[in-house]
Structures are given as structure tokens and as C-alpha cells.
């Protein structure tokens, strides 16, 4: 039994590991967030091993279930912006053209 998990723990912790890399590498804004919110909730059953339920509740709820969702929503305002910027075209060329 605690063959297994032992096995649990390093799988958990090179998940972990691999999703930081991942997070940190990644070009794309909204892999990044994905990966941030599922490292959160890794990290939550990552503390409940440890013993801490309450850190791992304050994980899944702040860090993966309120974080998560901003940043998801943060995106969607910038891309929604830089949409408006390319169709408006800049002041100079309304007054010349009419």
C-alpha cells in the first residue's frame, strides 16, 4: 500500500513540476492560464497529501476557482480591445480622407 502511494506522491510532484515548466514557457496567454489552473488544482490535492486541508481548500477555491476565471476573463477584455484598435483607424487618416 505504501508502495503505491509513494508512487502517487512522485507522479503528483513531477506533474507539478512538468505543469510550472509548461506555465512558464508557453507563448500562448491562454495555455498559460490553463495551466495555471491546473497546477492550482493539483496543488490542492498536492497539500490535502500533506495533511492540510485547509491551505488545499483555499487552493482549489482562490487559486484555481476565483483566479483562474479573472485571468480567463482578463484575456477576453484585452482581445476584445485590440479588435476595437484595428478597426478604428487612427485620427490622422479620418480628417484626410473625409
Known amino acids: 500500500m505504501t508502495i503505491i502511494i509513494t508512487c502517487f506522491d512522485i507522479l503528483l510532484a513531477g506533474t507539478l513540476l512538468w505543469l510550472a515548466w509548461q506555465l512558464l514557457r508557453s507563448a500562448d496567454i491562454f495555455k498559460a492560464i490553463i495551466f495555471f489552473i491546473s497546477f492550482g488544482l493539483l496543488m490542492s490535492i498536492a497539500w490535502v497529501r500533506m495533511h492540510a486541508p485547509d491551505v488545499a481548500l483555499a487552493e482549489a477555491a482562490i487559486g ?7 485571468f480567463l476573463a482578463a484575456l477576453r ?3 476584445r480591445r485590440q479588435r476595437k484598435e484595428r478597426r478604428i483607424s487612427p485620427p490622422e487618416e479620418r480628417n484626410e480622407n473625409g
Open 64 to 70: 484555481a476557482g476565483l483566479t483562474g476565471p479573472l
Open 77 to 79: 477584455r484585452m482581445e
